[in-house]
């Protein structure tokens, strides 16, 4: 297990080195995201074993029933997955950063919470580019005026956007919906609001890493390249179980 693990991880470093290299681009600017949803903390542990320092849990009870082995790793946790607002004070025991922040009554639970417990945070704002129902996220049409109510939020810090792209077996379908992500983020630019000039991008996963890179993804989201497949149960695709 381990051995495989490690040589997966070696082999996913390679994709992103080249993607990388096709595209210009820094490979110090993308950082590898480890997906974990339902992987054991054993094999977790083998990956930071190995250097790598970011991972990403879907389930707040996932978060939980790890902890204990992770807690004192050197590792920082993201929550990548839908988070219901009954469940943010439980995540943020956990956590340094919610990637996948849609509307707006979840951002002032975080924001109550955080107040309470006199912190900030770094989120994500989470967006449907590819406009499916089976996906959560704010339409893109959206993300601008979302940005700007949340932007006074002192405890929130708005890091960058998340998307999860089209999965589709033509390549040339899965780009318009990494793209637009990079499209949303330079609209938010121009509209120079004060501390927004280095919002970071999280999208690409083991299916569409490569593309996710080529437009401009800074985080991608890898579990099963990494991992293997898992069986997850009867439950049908949708973007908690894609990584």
């Known amino acids: 297990m381990k051995n495989d693990i490690i040589f997966n991880l070696l082999k996913v470093h ?33 990956a930071i074993e190995a250097g790598e320092t970011l991972m990403g849990e879907n389930k707040m009870q996932e978060l939980r029933d790890k902890d204990f082995e ?42 109550k919470q955080l107040q309470n417990q006199n912190r900030k945070l770094d989120i994500f704002v989470q967006v449907n580019t590819s406009y499916e129902e089976s996906k959560f996220g704010l339409p893109p049409d959206e993300v601008l005026s979302f940005i700007k109510k949340i932007k ?30 990079r499209t949303i983020r330079d609209e938010i630019y121009a509209e120079g609001i004060e501390g927004l000039t280095d919002l970071k991008l999280s999208m690409g996963m ?38």
Request: with cysteine; net charge positive.
């Open 152 to 181: 006074s939020y002192e405890t929130l810090n708005i890091k960058g956007l998340m998307t999860i792209g089209l999965l589709d077996v033509e390549k040339q379908k899965m780009i318009p919906s990494l793209r637009l992500l």
């Open 206 to 243: 083991s299916q569409d890493l490569e593309l996710a890179i080529a437009e401009g993804s800074n985080i991608v989201r890898i579990g099963t390249s990494i991992f293997g497949n898992r069986f997850l149960g009867k439950e049908i695709w949708n973007e908690n179980i894609a990584e």
């Open 70 to 111: 992770l807690k004192n790793m050197p590792v920082e946790r993201h929550f990548i997955g839908h988070l219901q607002t009954n469940k943010v004070k439980d995540v943020l025991k956990y956590v340094s950063c919610i990637q996948s922040v849609d509307r707006l009554n979840l951002a002032d639970e975080l924001h």
């Open 14 to 46: 390679q994709r992103i080195e080249n993607a990388c290299k096709i595209s210009g681009r820094n490979p110090k600017d993308v950082q590898l995201l480890l997906a974990t949803k339902t992987v054991p903390a054993a094999k977790i542990k083998i």
